[in-house]
């Protein structure tokens, strides 16, 4: 079965730091991962994706993430956090190849980024 | 990206009454729709998938006759919430999918039930 871990439940950063959120996960076949973020009340917004190609994937709002196989990871980074990029963030992989599969979701991240 | 439109945002009901949560895709035919359940500080659980046109399918432990889901069209799909107990407080997002498309999400439903 299709999972995804997130190990830590909060990260805290000072803005203007470099932003680490992790992810793990384990998959039978070929990984296709996601990233979300979540806002307060609020749906998903996508971040970005990993189906195949460069190991290192650029996202939305100057998000990035490294797909390592040897690791079985797929962490969020970001160069320079911004107060603004306080928010739930959701690792997910999708159950199978086609694009109307079901997404899996870890429990979540919270970032939490000080001024 | 896409847009999805969920409504509404916030409801509070009574115990007992039913609510119904509309999922519209507006610029893409969803052929299939995700309908999920949130709890305070938890992830995303997978309530039901439904195809349009087909009956959903359940995930293990979601009552079927609790949390009707009907997609009749590809820009469509409703959940309805019946007979509604204050254990079904909960965040509901929909994800509506069409071939080729990524995951895109409502905006949610925040339910009290009082």
């Known amino acids: 079965a299709q999972s995804v871990a997130q190990p830590e439940d909060q990260v805290n950063v000072a803005e203007g730091n470099p932003l680490t959120v992790k992810c793990t996960y384990s998959?039978?076949?070929?990984?296709?991962l996601f990233w979300y973020v979540q806002y307060p009340n609020r749906g998903l917004q996508f971040l970005l994706k990993?189906?195949?190609?460069?190991?290192l994937v650029k996202g939305s709002y100057g998000f990035e993430a490294e797909f390592n196989k040897s690791q079985t990871s797929f962490h969020l980074k970001k160069p320079s956090a911004l107060v603004s990029d306080s928010a739930l963030y959701f690792c997910?992989?999708?159950?199978?190849?086609?694009?109307?599969?079901?997404?899996?979701f870890g429990t979540g991240t919270l970032l939490a980024v000080q001024p | 990206g896409a847009v999805v439109s969920q409504h509404p945002s916030r409801v509070i009901c009574k115990s007992g009454t039913s609510v119904k949560i509309e999922c519209r895709s507006l610029?893409?035919?969803?052929?299939?729709m995700f309908w999920y359940r949130q709890f305070p500080k938890q992830s995303l659980m997978l309530m039901a998938t439904?195809?349009?046109?087909?009956?959903?399918?359940?995930e293990q432990g979601v009552e079927k006759d609790k949390f009707l889901i009907n997609h009749a069209s590809l820009t469509l799909s409703t959940l309805t919430v019946t007979s509604a107990h204050p254990e079904d407080s909960s965040f509901y997002i929909c994800?509506?999918?069409?071939?080729?498309?990524?995951?895109?999400f409502g905006q949610g439903t925040r339910l009290t039930v009082v």
């Open positions: 994800s509506p999918r069409g071939y080729g498309t990524e995951a895109f």
């Open positions: 439904s195809n349009e046109g087909s009956k959903a399918t359940y």
């Open positions: 990993y189906i195949t190609g460069d190991n």
């Open positions: 610029d893409f035919q969803a052929t299939t």
């Open positions: 998959v039978s076949g070929n990984p296709y």
């Open positions: 997910a992989v999708r159950d199978g190849g086609g694009a109307t599969n079901k997404l899996i």
